[in-house]
Nanobody
Framework: QVQLVESGGGLVQAGGSLRLSCTAS????????MGWFRQAPGKEREFVAA????????KYADSVQGRFTISRDNAKNTVYLQMNSLKPEDTANYYC?????????????WGQGTQVTVSS
């Protein structure tokens, strides 16, 4: 098992930017596919982005394509989500997840989440 801790959430105006971080401890970070998900109040959790073990492959939800960028630094055991041109509909609790497959399908470890609120 890997332990995941997210940070970087907060309140931002529409059009602004935030960078989320997720630091992992436990087993070798580079052996995991990493992903970001989000869940808004009253809605189901949805996929946001994922990155493969060495960062060579990335996948995004259509709703964030071109605005969000996922990256990772295996030396720091950290995955990032750079969020630009934020919209009120991006407001949600954002979760980091670790999995083992590409294309990303199954994620077995989850963080506690970090809240992102975008005001209009």
């Amino acid at each position: 098992q890997v332990q995941l801790v997210e940070s970087g959430g907060g309140l931002v105006q529409a059009g602004g930017s935030l960078r989320l971080s997720c630091t992992a401890s436990g087993r070798t970070f580079s052996s995991y596919v990493m992903g970001w998900f989000r869940q808004a109040p009253g809605k189901e959790r949805e996929f946001v982005a994922a990155i493969s073990w060495s960062g060579g492959n990335r996948k995004y939800a259509d709703s964030v394509q071109g605005r969000f960028t996922i990256s990772r630094d295996n030396a720091k055991n950290t995955v990032y989500l750079q969020m630009n041109s934020l919209k009120p509909e991006d407001t949600a609790n954002y979760y980091c997840a670790a999995g083992g497959n590409w294309p990303p399908e199954d994620f077995g470890s989850w963080g506690q989440g970090t809240q992102v609120t975008v005001s209009s």
